[in-house]
């Protein structure tokens, strides 16, 4: 089984940063990609960004030059810095893994909640 343990979220007003971790134990079988997705109220999950153990990144457009994602494969762990945030950002941020096998798995979400 696979465990993925997210972190820091929290309450920021707009123009603020957060950095959101997620950490991969378990039986992993290696690492194809990682990745954010959010889900706001009322709205389906969408992704934020991934990136693939060979650093290649994807971001929603609607991200694209405030947030950046990273990992430390040795850590099996990924990043998310957000900058300049937006009350439109504003959702339970949930953590992914694609394993080498086809595999996914899912964090249990932290919430991020940008005040105006």
């Known amino acids: 089984q696979v465990q993925l343990v997210e972190s820091g979220g929290g309450l920021v007003q707009a123009g603020g940063s957060l950095t959101l971790s997620c950490a991969a134990s378990g039986s992993i079988f290696g690492v194809n990609a990682m990745g954010w997705y959010r889900q706001a109220p009322g709205q389906q999950r969408e992704l934020v960004a991934t990136?693939?153990?060979?650093?290649?990144?994807i971001y929603v457009d609607s991200v694209k030059g405030r947030f950046t994602i990273s990992r430390d494969n040795a850590k099996n762990t990924v990043y998310l810095r957000m900058n300049s945030l937006k009350p439109e950002d504003t959702a339970v941020y949930y953590c992914?893994?694609?394993?080498?096998?086809?595999?996914?798995?899912w964090g249990e979400g932290t919430q991020v909640t940008v005040s105006s």
């Open positions: 992914k893994l694609n394993n080498r096998f086809g595999g996914a798995y």
């Open positions: 990136i693939t153990s060979d650093g290649r990144t």
